[in-house]
């Protein structure tokens, strides 16, 4: 098995060609055509529109997004989104933008993740982008036949990104002992939840981190970053 996928040589249904042109400059950061495995980004907001966008113009062929939600006028200011997508589904306004401006575009499902039949198929990753910790806890549930499950939470300028390899008991275990009800969440006032600034950093953060699963490196198990006083702490494992 190739160190370069990291056993991510699964079955993508049919991805795209890689047009060499458009990826150039990155090449010798992250050849595209080593991103040819299944992505399933569940949530279409603030980390999960701007994931996606920055996975399709890295080149990644094969990504899925869903989300259940419509496009309402405050998600304008930090999501991927504008005006005239007001009343939209998100999963395919997230779509519609992202195929603007990428080479290959993501393929969209409205559907809420509650429990574990809503995470079906095989994926090299799944990316969770969700605002609470009952959908968190039902899609690390729900997965049976995937690689990595890279979770991103942003409260205001504080930030954490859980990176998993399923098949390790150790990350199962230290990922479920992060989970905790909705109801001892901190209480983060509306106002604070999300600004352009943090779901561009999320985003670059996962982005980089499935760049370097697929150049066979073994990611951070965590990342904290404060924004507010410029700090990240995690590292290699």
């Known amino acids: 098995m190739s160190r370069l996928t990291l056993g991510l040589n ?34 279409a907001g603030g980390i999960g529109g701007w994931t996606t966008l920055a996975l399709c113009k890295m080149g990644c062929q094969d990504v899925r997004i869903e989300d259940f939600d419509v496009v309402e006028e405050h998600n304008l200011g930090s999501q991927l989104f504008s005006r005239s997508q ?71 300028n504080a930030i954490q990104i859980y990176t998993i390899k399923i098949d390790n008991l150790d990350d199962v275990g230290f990922y479920k002992s992060t989970l905790f009800s909705d109801d001892q969440a901190d209480q983060v006032p509306c106002s604070e939840r999300a600004v352009i600034y943090n779901v561009f950093v999320v985003a670059g953060l996962i982005t980089d981190i499935v760049a370097q699963i697929a150049n066979g490196l073994r990611p951070p198990r965590e990342l904290v970053v404060d924004l507010r006083n410029f700090t990240l702490h995690g590292g290699l494992i």
């Open 10 to 43: 699964i079955d993508t249904g049919g991805a795209s060609m890689i047009n060499r042109n458009y990826y150039i400059r990155q090449s010798g950061l992250i050849d595209a055509t080593k991103l040819n495995f299944p992505i399933l980004v569940v949530g």
């Open 86 to 156: 007001i009343g939209m589904d998100k999963a395919a306004a997230l779509w519609e933008s992202v195929s603007n401006l990428a080479e290959n575009p993501p393929r969209y499902f409205k559907h809420r993740v509650q429990n574990r039949e809503a995470i079906t198929g095989r994926h090299g990753i799944v990316i969770s982008a969700v605002d609470n910790m009952e959908s968190r806890r039902a899609i690390f549930d729900g997965i049976a036949e995937t690689k990595y499950f890279i979770d991103g939470r942003m409260a205001g």
